[in-house]
C-alpha cells in the first residue's frame, strides 16, 4: 500500500498570507490527524477529522483550520500567517478508533516544511 | 492534562551499548503508549504500542518497552545499539479521538 502523501513538501510564504496544505491518508484510512513539529515545542496536535468531521481539537489559534473530503483526503488552512507558524506539519492516518476509546495507530506522512518570512 | 516526559534529550553511545530511553506519563485513566523513531531525513515510524495485556512489548528492529503501571513509565529499551539506531525517539500517549501527545523526544546518536 502506499503510505501517506503530503503535498507540497516545502512552502515559502510570507507574513499576512494564507496557505492550504494537502494530505492522502492510506488507503482504506478514514481518519486524518495533523500535527505541527518545531524544534521549540515539539511535536503539538492539531486536529483529527473523521468521516469528514472534526473529532478533536488541539490548543491552536482559529487561523488554523482543516476540512476532510468524502474521500478522507484532507486539507489544512493557516490564515494571517505569522513568523512563528514556520514549522514541519505532518499529516498521520488511521483506521477508525477502535472501540473503547482506543487510540489507533497512526501512520505519518514525510510533513510540509513551512517556511514564514 | 495529560502529559508525556522523556528525561534524555541526548544520548551518545557506542555500537554494541545497550540502550533505556525513559518515558514518563501522567495520565489517571487506561492508557495506549507509543515508541515512534524519526531517523535522518525520514518520517515518523511506529516502533511499538502498547494497549493492554503483556506489559512487555517488542517492536521492530530488536527494541522493547515495558510499562509499568505503577511508575506510570514505558521505558524503551535495546540490548545492544548499532549505528543505523541513530534517530530521534519519540514516545507518545493516545487520547480520546486518536490524539497523541508527545514527549519533547530524545536523539540518540550511535558511534561506529
Known amino acids: 500500500k502506499a503510505g501517506v502523501t503530503q503535498t507540497p513538501r516545502y512552502l515559502i510564504k510570507t507574513r499576512g498570507q494564507q496557505v492550504t496544505l494537502s494530505c492522502s491518508p492510506i488507503?482504506?484510512?478514514?481518519?486524518v490527524s495533523w500535527y505541527q513539529q518545531t524544534p521549540g515545542q515539539g511535536l503539538q496536535f492539531l486536529f483529527e477529522?473523521?468521516?469528514?468531521?472534526?473529532?478533536n481539537k488541539g490548543n491552536f489559534p482559529g487561523r488554523f483550520s482543516g476540512r476532510q473530503f468524502s474521500n478522507s483526503r484532507s486539507e489544512m488552512n493557516v490564515s494571517t500567517l505569522e513568523l512563528g507558524d514556520s514549522a514541519l506539519y505532518l499529516c498521520?492516518?488511521?483506521?477508525?478508533?477502535?472501540?473503547?476509546?482506543?487510540?489507533?495507530?497512526?501512520?505519518f506522512g514525510p510533513g510540509t516544511r513551512l517556511t514564514v518570512l | 492534562a495529560q502529559s508525556v516526559s522523556q528525561h534524555n534529550h541526548h544520548v551518545i553511545l557506542s555500537e554494541a551499548a545497550s540502550l533505556e530511553l525513559g518515558c514518563n506519563y501522567s495520565y489517571g485513566g487506561t492508557v495506549n503508549l507509543f515508541w515512534y523513531v524519526q531517523y535522518p531525513g525520514q518520517h515518523l515510524q511506529l516502533l511499538l504500542k502498547?494497549?493492554?495485556?503483556?506489559?512487555l512489548v517488542k517492536g521492530i528492529k530488536g527494541f522493547e518497552a515495558e510499562f509499568i503501571k505503577s511508575k506510570f513509565s514505558f521505558n524503551l529499551r535495546k540490548p545492544s545499539v548499532q549505528w543505523s539506531d541513530t534517530a530521534e525517539y519519540f514516545c507518545a500517549l493516545g487520547e480520546y479521538g486518536n490524539k497523541l501527545v508527545f514527549g519533547a523526544g530524545t536523539i540518540l546518536r550511535v558511534k561506529s
Open positions: 498521520a492516518s488511521s483506521l477508525p478508533q477502535l472501540a473503547g476509546g482506543i487510540t489507533d495507530t497512526q501512520y
Open positions: 477529522y473523521f468521516s469528514e468531521t472534526q473529532r
Open positions: 502498547y494497549f493492554s495485556g503483556d506489559p
Open positions: 488507503s482504506g484510512h478514514r481518519s
